[in-house]
């Protein structure tokens, strides 16, 4: 049974960081994508990042380029959203997900067929 498991979410004050964690168990991410997403309260899950496993590349929504950047370490099976320079906006339950890849790592690219349970990020003002 594959899972993906989040963590490092939490409560922290405008201008602070995070880093979110994404570990998979039962399968490596090779050859798929991994992406971040957030859903805040009342709206719709939105794409945060992706990266491409094998060669690294990436992509951001424009809410995340400048302040997140999403890494991967292969030996640990493991993706990571570094967030810095938080905003109250930023306030959202944040999933990783993994799929196959089409053409990219944004969500109209790739199928994103497994997800993890989500973790919390509160970001007050």
């Known amino acids: 049974q594959v899972q993906l498991v989040e963590s490092g979410g939490g409560l922290v004050q405008a201008g602070d960081s995070l880093r979110l964690s994404c570990a998979a168990s039962g399968r490596t991410f090779s050859s798929r994508a991994v992406g971040w997403f957030r859903q805040a309260p009342g709206k719709e899950r939105e794409f945060v990042a992706g990266?491409?496993?094998?060669?690294?590349?990436?992509d951001y929504a424009d809410s995340a380029r400048g302040r997140f950047t999403i890494s991967r370490d292969n030996a640990k099976n493991t993706a990571y959203l570094q967030m810095n320079s938080l905003k109250p906006e930023d306030t959202a339950v944040y999933y990783c997900a993994t799929g196959p890849i089409w053409l990219g790592v944004r969500p109209e690219f790739a199928q994103y067929d497994m997800w993890g349970q989500g973790t919390q990020v509160t970001v007050s003002s």
């Open positions: 990266i491409r496993w094998d060669s690294g590349s990436t």
